[in-house]
């Protein structure tokens, strides 16, 4: 099982793109897809992150809630990417990472066309896209265990 998640909302930034942090609703939403994944009793083995400042940020908030430490793929940081490749030998993963890369992911493995809103998760296995759920569902899920 491969878990797309697209950073959460981030500031528009003055140029720098990879120095792009979240804002406070980007945090929160991070925070939030962890909680989920946790309330699901989704158990992931690795988090490989983009390095971009967002992308990082975003890993680390959600990892939390997993109790995992993401690790640093340059891969994810912008253009195609094989999540195969990224998630061979390592169980459950977590990529996170930017649009529109991760649609484009989602259709070369499922065939589905989707787009991942910020702060959204694809789950996909092997070949089938299992589910694609919104910041707004997530945080559904995360409040239902409180």
């Known amino acids: 099982m491969i878990y797309l998640l697209r ?4 500031e528009r930034g003055d140029g720098d793109d990879a120095a792009r942090r979240l804002t406070a609703k980007g945090e929160r939403q991070s925070e939030v897809a962890g909680l989920a994944l946790a309330a699901l009793g989704v158990k992931i083995d690795t988090c490989r992150t ?3 400042v967002r992308a990082a940020d975003t ?8 109790g995992i430490e993401p690790e640093v793929a340059a891969e994810l940081s912008g253009g ?3 999540s195969h490749s990224l998630a061979a030998g390592r ?8 649009e529109p ?4 992911e989602i259709a070369r493995l499922t065939g589905a066309r989707a787009k ?8 996909v296995d092997r070949n089938t896209l299992m589910a694609l759920l919104r910041p707004e569902d997530l945080a559904a899920i995360a409040a239902s265990q409180d």
Request: aromatic share 6%.
């Open 7 to 10: 950073h959460g909302d981030a």
């Open 50 to 52: 983009s390095p971009k």
């Open 59 to 66: 890993a680390r908030l959600a990892c939390r809630a997993l």
């Open 80 to 82: 195609g990417f094989d």
């Open 91 to 98: 169980g459950e993963v977590m990529l996170v990472g930017h």
């Open 101 to 104: 890369d991760f649609s484009n």
């Open 116 to 123: 991942l809103r910020k702060g959204g998760l694809a789950i």
